[in-house]
């Protein structure tokens, strides 16, 4: 799926700042090194005149130039190899004064054989996510604040509501620092205020971290944002943005009241990014009998392809 060209400008500008980061990084080591260790700012010295003698001599093209030239060469090289086991010698590695890159492919020019390198889509990603998620009304949860004494320990059947959300804590943290972007997702269902939105975004938080492009939106939010951009009523990219994030966290399926079209949509939507292996979390407050009442067999069928997680217990939002 294409981004939008105004965010690959946005991420050139981003890219500009990183190379100017990087030579400043490379000019305060340099700096650094003159300070600490003399005898390695007298061979910077001593190197930069036998340069000038190899270009003298190569322009003057006098007798025996190239024997004379083959010995300041040989010089050059002891005297290079005398400054990397100085900076070895003084706790360094010895590539510890060479160019910065962010991007060794690309060298921090963004662009490949004529093409946007991967670390400039993936800033162009970054942007477009944000600015999407800046409708967002939450913010991020973390898993530190997560307090699992709101959950019975009274065990009902085999096991307490507070064992059952430790087990779907405990697969979210997995989920999270195990992130590799092409796992399937997770279904996260159950009544209100039971932490679904806590932990999903608490997930998205420390993926975020990762540097990871994660889009969130509520359900009803997104559906309206595509149907006004694709009838013209608004500018935007949405669709293109919920379909190449690293992470779509899509929150309360079911609170809308979708028409058909709004099915086709969520079906499109959640079948195109489990074809191209990207992963989401999706929240709802309806069972799997509600779901499957009021959306198509395929679509049901998809979101129960996820990982499926039941929150039980009561409204945590009543205790605080
Ligand atoms: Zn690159």
Redesign the pocket.
């Known amino acids: 799926m294409s981004i939008s060209k105004e965010y690959l400008i946005q991420a050139q500008d981003e890219?500009e700042k990183l190379r100017s980061a990087n030579r400043r990084t490379e000019y305060l080591r340099h700096a650094e090194i003159i300070e600490k260790i003399p005898e390695y700012a007298k061979l910077e010295e001593k190197l930069s005149a036998t340069m000038a003698n190899v270009v003298a001599l190569v322009a003057s093209k006098s007798s025996g130039c190239e024997e004379k030239i083959k010995a300041v060469s040989e010089e050059n090289i002891s005297i290079q190899n005398r400054m990397e086991q100085l900076l070895v010698e003084n706790g360094y590695d010895k590539n510890y004064l060479g160019e910065i890159?962010?991007?060794?492919?690309?060298?921090?020019?963004?662009?490949?054989d004529g093409n946007w390198?991967?670390?400039?889509k993936k800033i162009a990603h970054r942007l477009a996510a944000d600015d999407l998620n800046k409708r967002s009304p939450l913010k991020l949860c973390s898993f530190e604040t997560f307090d699992l004494s709101l959950y019975s320990d009274v065990a009902k059947g085999e096991s307490s509501p507070r064992d059952e959300m430790e087990q779907n804590f405990n697969i979210c943290v997995n989920f999270a620092d195990n992130f590799k972007g092409n796992e399937k997702g997770l279904l996260m269902t159950g009544g209100t205020g039971l932490g679904k939105t806590h932990l999903s975004l608490s997930v998205a938080k420390r993926i975020i971290q990762k540097d990871f492009s994660v889009v969130y939106c509520s359900v009803p939010e997104l559906l309206r944002a595509i149907n006004n951009e694709q009838f013209g009523r608004s500018d935007g990219n949405t669709m293109s943005v919920i379909s190449s994030c690293d992470l779509l966290v899509l929150d309360d399926l079911g609170a809308e009241n979708p028409t058909e079209r709004d099915v086709s949509l969520l079906y499109e939507i959640i079948n195109g990014r489990l074809c191209r292996s990207l992963p989401m979390i999706i929240n709802t407050n309806l069972s799997a009998e509600k779901l499957n009442l009021r959306y198509s067999e395929r679509l049901f069928s998809r979101l129960f392809s996820l990982e499926v997680l039941f929150f039980k217990g009561d409204d945590n939002r009543l205790k605080y």
């Open positions: 890219l890159y962010s991007c060794e492919k690309c060298r921090d020019k963004g662009i490949i390198c991967g670390c400039l």
